[in-house]
């Protein structure tokens, strides 16, 4: 603990630094000395304040799920780590290598929902138009940063165990933006929290975060949903297995290790860095280790990881090796309905006002 404060004091100067850069280019975007663009129909900005995980995948899933069957919805994302450059709209050709294995992840679960990838949303919302102009509604996976559109609608993130407003600059924190930038969002959700959550913490939290009178304030959590084969899609049950490999490549596995570990087989972890491709002598590896444990076993994986996985579906297959993904969905702990109720009028009178 102590070198972790020393650490944080010597790099005090540069997160000083870089959170004067990232106030002065806020206030360039609030005086109009930056411009911005807005765009004719409904464009909704997920994101978050810092690094890491908070739960954007989820959201944006949540909000498929919610406009797909009233609106034509498009998704948006930069697609990171991805080998392909420029503009990409989602087919059935798509991999995870042309589209980054998050906008990946989307197409594979929604794959009539028109979904682009490119660095540049000024420049790919009219791409995502020409390619797909039945689009309705836009949704821009993990934009708040991203300043030169003006969204008709934030919805921002923030970690029950890491609110932004505790939290410092890059690098000695996990913050990229002014703390000041959480006014812009009309939606606020507090991702990741414990079930049982009390009224009175979330008061706590609530006031905490020092909202405005136009934001509204919620609460959700993560719930796993039953495990399926990542090559059949068929539904799984992990009571049925005695050991099982766990392959994980995301920013904090510690809510699948504690959702796993109440099961009654013998957990073994193989973890990488979030995003990590494998390369073939690591799937040997895993093949290697899972033909090595007893059976009935499995591998199991996120849904981020299977996207990845899957570019070996040959050699896994071939060797007869059973990978499941593990689904999240994100639940709101209560006022679900109204979340729901608010976002929806949010886009009425978008499209009455256009």
Same mark, same amino acid.
């Given at each position: ?115 682009? !990838? ?18 309705? !509604? !836009? ?216």
């Amino acid at each position: 603990m102590k070198i972790i404060k020393l650490i944080r004091y010597l790099l005090a100067p540069i997160a000083l630094v870089y959170g004067l850069i990232v106030r002065l280019r806020n206030y360039g975007y609030e005086k109009n000395i930056l411009k911005s663009v807005a765009f004719d129909l409904p464009v909704i900005c997920v994101g978050n304040l810092s690094v890491g995980g908070t739960g954007k995948t989820p959201m944006v899933e949540y909000l498929v799920r919610l406009l797909k069957d009233q609106y034509q919805v498009g998704i948006l994302s930069r697609g990171y780590r991805r080998r392909s450059k420029g503009f990409v709209l989602a087919d059935e050709n798509s991999t995870a290598h042309t589209l980054g294995d998050e906008p990946m992840q989307f197409h594979w679960k929604y794959p009539s929902v028109a979904l682009a !990838v490119e660095a540049d949303r000024v420049m790919a919302i009219p791409e995502l138009l020409r390619a797909r102009p039945e689009t309705e !509604v !836009v949704l821009l996976d993990d934009a708040f940063q991203h300043r030169r559109i003006r969204p008709s609608l934030h919805i921002l993130l923030t970690t029950y165990d890491r609110l932004y407003c505790n939290d410092y600059y890059l690098p000695c924190g996990d913050l990229r933006d002014w703390k000041g930038a959480a006014k812009r969002a009309e939606l606020l959700v507090v991702t990741k929290c414990p079930s049982d959550l009390s009224l009175n913490e979330q008061q706590q939290i609530k006031s905490k975060l020092k909202l405005n009178t136009h934001q509204s304030l919620f609460f959700s959590k993560i719930q796993y949903l039953p495990c399926y084969d990542i090559f059949t899609k068929e539904e799984k049950d992990p009571t049925t297995v005695k050991n099982a490999l766990l392959i994980s490549g995301i920013a904090n596995n510690q809510k699948v290790l504690e959702y796993l570990n109440d099961f009654d087989f013998v957990l073994t972890k193989m973890p990488f860095a979030d995003h990590h491709y494998f390369t073939q002598r690591e799937i040997e590896k895993i093949i290697r280790i899972y033909e090595e444990m007893p059976a009935p076993k499995t591998i199991i994986t996120t849904e981020k990881d299977a996207v990845r996985l899957v570019l070996f579906q040959e050699v896994l297959q071939k060797r007869e090796i059973e990978i499941w993904a593990l689904p999240i969905e994100m639940v709101f702990l209560k006022d679900g309905e109204i979340f729901d109720e608010r976002l929806l009028q949010e886009l009425s009178s978008i499209n009455t006002a256009t």
